[in-house]
């Protein structure tokens, strides 16, 4: 049974940092993308971040360019959301994905949600102001 676990959301304020992790079990994630999606409440799940496999091609939102950082541990089957200068607006519960991708640098970010295979219940994370 493949499972996607997230950890490490919590109360933040604005300004802060949170390390969000998320284990992979149950097959082999070899060749497959891994990343974040977000959604606040009231809001569609959006992208956030996606590494491929061997971490050469690293994409983020806009939105959290310069403040996030996503990396990951293959040999632990994990990925990490280093997020820094928290704001307001980053409040949202945030999901771990995996899905195999033909051409992910280029691919839409619609074409990233539709496209992933697997999916974390999620953890949530509230920023104060």
């Known amino acids: 049974q493949v499972q996607l676990v997230e950890s490490g959301g919590g109360l933040v304020q604005a300004g802060g940092s949170l390390r969000l992790s998320c284990a992979a079990s149950?097959?082999?994630?070899?060749?497959?993308?891994m990343g974040w999606f977000r959604q606040a409440p009231g809001t569609e799940r959006e992208f956030v971040a996606a590494r491929n496999w061997f971490g050469s091609v690293t994409r983020y939102a806009d939105s959290v360019k310069g403040r996030f950082t996503i990396s990951r541990d293959n040999a632990k089957n994990t990925i990490y959301l280093q997020m820094n200068s928290l704001k307001p607006e980053d409040t949202a519960v945030y999901y771990c994905?995996?899905?195999?991708?033909?051409?992910?640098?280029?691919?839409?970010?619609?074409?990233?949600?539709?496209?992933?295979?697997?999916w974390g219940k999620g953890t949530l994370v509230t920023v104060s102001s």
């Open positions: 994905a995996a899905g195999r991708f033909s051409a992910f640098t280029t691919a839409t970010k619609g074409t990233l949600y539709d496209g992933m295979d697997y």
């Open positions: 149950g097959r082999t994630f070899s060749g497959y993308v």
